[in-house]
């Protein structure tokens, strides 16, 4: 039987005042809230590591996280067993967190943009994250 977790590098995200602004605010920021949920929901999907292979250009990484959407709620997961970029662990490590800024990042200024700021944090351990499901 395969194991149900594998070690992960897990990011959280939501925005902060989701549900007084579902309600109170005015129909064009409920609008403009509304696209960028749907924007972010077309990241959802399976972790790929489209990478080129070790020892090749290192400029050439493509990530991309499990990610499970909700609401307000982001869950974005990199398995960190299927991830080999001929790295030793830490620069892996390192990797992976630099990607996770630039996707934090993207969305904080999405959402900053409309009049809301994100909270979240950022953990690694083990976790089964698949087909939406965050365990």
Do not use: C
Request: charged share 20%.
């Amino acid at each position: 039987m395969e194991a149900i977790f594998e070690d992960q590098v897990t990011v959280f995200v939501d925005f902060l005042g989701f549900s007084s602004a579902s309600v109170q605010l005015d129909e064009s920021i409920q609008l403009k809230l509304l696209l960028l949920l749907r924007a972010i929901s077309t990241m959802r999907g399976e972790f790929s590591n489209d990478s080129d292979p070790p020892g090749a250009n290192m400029s050439a990484i493509r990530l991309r996280p499990t990610i499970s959407t909700f609401s307000d709620h982001i869950v974005a997961s990199y398995p960190m067993s299927r991830i080999d970029l001929g790295q030793d662990e830490q620069t892996t490590l390192g990797l992976v967190l630099f990607d996770v800024i630039l996707r934090i990042a993207r969305i904080a200024a999405a959402a900053l943009s409309i009049g809301f700021l994100i909270r979240g944090g950022v953990s690694k351990g083990p976790l089964y994250h698949s087909n939406g499901v965050v365990f």
